[in-house]
C-alpha cells in the first residue's frame, strides 16, 4: 500500500508541475492572433473529451460515455469509479458531505430505480455538493445521472453482454438490452436486465470484553455465498410531444430480485465458563419485486423559458423471505441441533404528487417555486418457528416473530431565487419547508407505539464571484436532513447465530446537517474547503444483547459530528491522453456521550484518485483507473484504508457498430472494509471481503437506423423510495 501511494504521490507531482510549465511556457500572442487560434482550434484539432468538468459553483460533471466508467455493470459499480464518489456498505457518499441522494435526468428517483438504469444510456454524471432548496432535503449531496438523447425519428438500440469470472466468487453475466423509436410525436423506449452467477461476501468479526470478571472472546466469520436465481429489471416509457415546448410521458418499470444461496456462519466463543461453538447455515430463498408507474407533464409557458412540471408516481414493493435455517452448537463436549425457519412478508407503497414552476424574470434573474406531497405505508411480519428434534415439529417463537406498521406523510414546499449584483458576482439563495407526521406500531419487545409531528425549515445560500477568466470563487451554505430508512426502524430479527442478530430501532431520528464551503476555480485547477456539522448523526454498531454472550446489530444515534475537508482537482486532454487527478484531506470527529463508546484519536483522511486514458488512434484505447482512501480515524471508530486499481482495453469493430472491451478490476484486491471501535466495554473489529476482484470481458452490438434524438422523459421520484431498501 506505501508503494501505491508514492506511486500516486509522484504522478501527482509530475502532473501537476509538468502543466504548469507547459502553461507558463508558452510565447506570448498577439490579442487578435490568440482569438483567431482558438477558433481554428475548435474546428481542426482533435482532442480527447476530459473525463471532468469543473463549475464554479462546485458542481462536477463527469464524462461516462467512452470512459471505462461506461464498461461498469450497474450503476452502482459506476459511481464507485467516479471521483470524490464513495460506495460502500450500501451507502453512496460524496467526499467531504456524507451520503447523496440520486437524480435521474434532474429527477430524484429510488435506490432499486437507479439499479435498473442501463450503464449504456449514461451520457454523464453531476456531483452536486452544494444543492439549492429545489432539491430534496433528504440527502447531503445529489448525483444527478444524465442519460444520452434519443432518437428524433427511427430505430435505435444496444445489446450488451457481460462475462465476469472472479476467483473469490465465481463466475456471472450480465445481458443488458435496450430499444428506442421514435415516430412524429411519439415516442417509446425500453429495456431490461438480466443478472445471473455467483456472489459472495466474507465478514469476519471479533468481539472481546477484556475485563477478568466479565471475559468473553467471539471470533464470528459469515460467509454469504449468493445465487443470482432471477436479478432483472425494466422499463416501458411513452412520450406524446404536444409541440417544441410541451410534451407529457407515462413509464413502468420494476425490478425483480430472487436470491437464493446460503449463509454459513461460524461463532467461536471463549469465556471464564469455558468454550463453545455455534454453526448456522441459513438456506436463502428470498424474493423482491419492486414495480413504479409515473405520470408526467412538462410545458414552457413564455417566450423567456419559464416552465411548469408536474409529476405523481405510485410505487409497490412486495418482499418474501422463506430461509430455512440448520443450527448446530457444541457446549462441553455436547453435540445439540435445532432447526429454524423466518418467514417474513413485507409491502411498501408509496404515492407522491409534486409541481414546479420556474419564472425566468430576466436574462439574469429566475424565481423556483414548488409543491411536494407524499405518503408511505409500510406493513409487514415476521415469523420464527424453531424445532429442536430431527422430526422437524416446529413450534412459534413470540421472541424473535414480530409485527410492524408503519406510516409517514410528508408536506413540502420551497422557494429559491437567483440573480446578479454585477457582471461579476450572482448569487441563488431559498429555502425549503417539510412538515412531517408518522405513526409506528410494533409488538417486538411487547408493543410499542410512536406518533410524531414535525417541521423543519432548509435555508441554502450559494454565492458565485468571477473575479476574471482564470479565477472565479463560490461560496454556500446549505441545510439538509436524513431520514431513517424504514427498514432501520422496523425492530423485525434478521438471524445470524444464537448470538449475533440484526435489528431496527424504532427510536432512530432524523439527522441533521449544516455544511459550508469556500471553492476556487483557477485556471484548471478546482480547489475545495469545507466544513460540516452533523446532529443526531446515523450510525450503527453492535450492542450487547440480553444474553451476556450475545450481540444485536443496531442502527443508532450519535450525539454529533463535525468535518473539515479540502481538496485539489487538476483534469486535461490531448490527443492521445486524457487524465483527471484528485488529492482530498478529510477530518472527522463523532461525539457520544450515551452507548459508552472509548474516545479515540482523531486523524485527517487522505484521498487519491487517478483516471487515465490513453489512445492509439484506429486501433484501441487503454484506460488505468486507481485510487486509495486512507485510515480515518474520527474520535469513536477507526477505519482501515482500502484502494483499488483497474486496467482496462476498448477496440471497436464495423464501424463502432461492435464494441469489445477487457477490464481487470481491482488487481490487489484493496478493497475491503475493515475497522474497530469500542463500545460498552467491548473491542469490536470487523473485516469485510467483496467480489470487487475480478476479470470481466464486454461485447455490445448497436444497431438502428437513427441520427438524432429527442425522447425527453422525466419523472417523479423521492427520497421515501430511497429510505425504502
Known amino acids: 500500500m506505501r508503494f501505491l501511494v508514492s506511486v500516486f504521490i509522484y504522478t501527482y507531482c509530475f502532473l501537476f508541475c509538468a502543466l504548469e510549465i507547459n502553461a507558463q511556457s508558452k510565447p506570448t500572442i498577439p490579442e487578435k492572433i490568440t482569438n483567431q487560434n482558438n477558433e481554428l482550434d475548435e474546428v481542426v484539432i482533435k482532442r480527447q473529451t476530459s473525463l471532468v468538468k469543473y463549475s464554479a459553483n462546485g458542481t462536477i460533471d463527469v464524462n461516462v460515455a467512452n470512459t471505462l466508467l461506461s464498461t461498469s455493470s450497474s450503476v452502482n459499480e459506476l459511481l464507485g469509479r467516479v471521483p470524490n464518489v464513495i460506495v460502500a456498505e450500501g451507502q453512496i457518499s460524496v467526499l467531504g458531505k456524507g451520503e447523496a441522494i440520486i437524480y435521474l435526468n434532474g429527477i430524484l428517483i429510488n435506490y432499486e430505480r437507479f439499479a435498473a438504469i442501463p450503464v449504456s444510456q449514461i451520457s454523464k454524471i453531476e456531483i452536486i455538493s452544494n444543492p439549492s432548496s429545489k432539491y430534496d432535503a433528504e440527502g447531503k449531496a445529489v448525483i444527478n445521472i444524465i442519460t444520452k438523447r434519443n432518437i428524433e425519428n427511427g430505430t ?203 419564472k425566468k424574470i430576466s436574462e439574469n434573474t429566475k424565481l423556483e417555486m414548488g409543491l411536494k406531497w407524499s405518503q408511505a405505508k409500510i406493513q409487514s411480519g415476521t415469523d420464527f418457528l424453531t424445532a429442536d428434534t430431527d422430526d422437524l415439529n416446529f413450534e412459534f417463537d413470540d421472541l424473535l416473530s414480530s409485527d410492524f406498521k408503519y406510516s409517514e406523510k410528508i408536506s413540502a414546499a420551497y422557494l429559491n431565487y437567483g440573480s446578479t449584483f454585477s457582471q461579476k458576482i450572482n448569487f441563488s439563495v431559498g429555502a425549503r419547508a417539510e412538515k412531517t407526521n408518522y405513526d409506528l406500531y410494533t409488538n417486538a419487545n411487547g408493543i410499542q407505539k410512536f406518533n410524531k409531528n414535525y417541521t423543519n425549515i432548509f435555508p441554502n445560500l450559494l454565492l458565485n464571484m468571477d473575479f476574471s477568466e482564470d479565477l472565479k470563487m463560490h461560496f454556500s451554505y446549505v441545510s439538509r436532513i436524513t431520514r431513517p430508512r424504514y427498514q432501520a426502524l422496523n425492530p423485525f430479527v434478521i438471524y445470524q447465530d444464537p448470538f449475533t442478530t440484526i435489528e431496527g430501532n424504532p427510536n432512530l431520528l432524523p439527522e441533521k446537517t449544516h455544511a459550508f464551503e469556500i471553492g476556487a476555480l483557477y485556471e484548471k485547477f478546482d480547489f475545495k474547503l469545507g466544513y460540516t456539522y452533523k446532529i443526531d448523526p446515523i450510525s450503527g454498531a453492535a450492542l450487547r444483547g440480553d444474553n451476556p454472550d450475545s450481540y444485536v446489530l443496531r442502527s443508532l444515534n450519535l450525539e454529533k459530528e463535525h468535518t473539515l475537508f479540502t481538496s485539489v482537482s487538476r483534469s486535461f486532454a490531448n490527443k492521445w491522453w486524457s487524465s483527471t487527478n484528485t488529492i482530498s484531506l478529510n477530518v472527522s470527529k463523532a461525539v457520544d456521550n450515551f452507548y459508552e463508546y472509548t474516545s479515540g484519536a482523531v486523524k485527517p483522511q487522505i484521498y487519491l484518485y487517478s483516471n487515465n486514458t490513453f489512445t492509439i488512434p484506429d486501433w484501441f484505447k487503454i484506460q488505468v483507473l486507481a485510487w486509495y482512501l486512507g485510515d480515518k480515524s474520527y474520535g469513536l471508530r477507526h477505519d482501515d484504508s482500502r484502494s483499488t486499481v483497474a486496467i482496462g482495453i476498448e477496440r471497436n469493430f464495423f464501424k463502432d457498430a461492435l464494441k469489445l472491451n477487457f477490464i481487470a478490476n481491482d488487481l490487489f484486491h484493496g478493497f475491503r472494509l475493515s475497522g474497530d471501535y469500542n463500545v460498552g466495554q467491548t473491542e469490536i473489529y470487523y473485516h469485510r471481503t467483496l467480489t470487487t476482484q475480478y476479470f470481466k470481458l464486454i461485447a455490445t452490438y448497436n444497431f438502428g437506423n437513427s441520427k438524432k434524438a429527442n425522447y425527453k422523459k422525466s419523472e417523479i421520484e423521492q427520497s421515501e423510495n430511497n429510505r425504502a431498501r
Not at 173 to 190: A, C, E, H, Q, R
Not at 192 to 210: A, V
Not at 219 to 237: A, C, D, I, M, P
Open 156 to 358: 435505435k438500440g444496444t445489446a450488451s453482454q457481460h462475462v465476469t469470472v472472479s476467483k473469490f466468487a465465481g463466475a456471472s453475466t450480465n445481458t443488458l438490452l435496450d430499444f428506442n423509436y421514435t415516430k412524429g410525436k411519439f415516442s417509446f423506449i425500453t429495456n431490461y436486465g438480466l443478472q445471473l452467477g455467483k456472489g459472495r461476501e466474507l465478514l469476519y468479526t471479533t468481539r472481546t470484553r477484556p475485563n477478568p470478571d466479565d471475559y468473553m472472546r467471539s471470533e464470528l466469520t459469515t460467509e454469504w455465498k449468493r445465487q443470482f436465481n432471477n436479478y432483472s429489471n425494466f422499463v416501458l416509457g411513452l412520450q406524446y410531444t404536444f409541440s417544441e415546448k410541451s410534451y407529457i410521458s407515462m413509464a413502468y418499470n420494476g425490478n425483480v430480485e430472487d436470491l437464493g444461496g446460503v449463509v454459513e456462519s461460524r461463532n467461536a466463543i471463549d469465556t471464564n465458563s469455558g468454550t463453545s461453538f455455534y454453526a448456522t447455515d441459513i438456506a436463502k430463498n428470498d424474493v423482491l419485486l419492486n414495480q413504479f408507474v409515473n405520470l408526467n407533464y412538462n410545458t414552457i409557458t413564455d417566450s423567456k423559458g419559464s416552465s411548469l412540471f408536474i409529476g405523481s408516481q405510485y410505487s409497490n414493493y412486495n418482499g418474501t423471505v422463506k430461509d430455512f435455517i440448520e443450527e448446530n452448537s457444541f457446549l462441553d463436549a455436547i453435540n445439540e441441533r435445532r432447526y429454524l425457519k423466518n418467514n417474513v412478508g413485507s409491502t411498501i407503497n408509496i404515492i407522491a404528487v409534486q409541481a414546479d414552476y420556474s
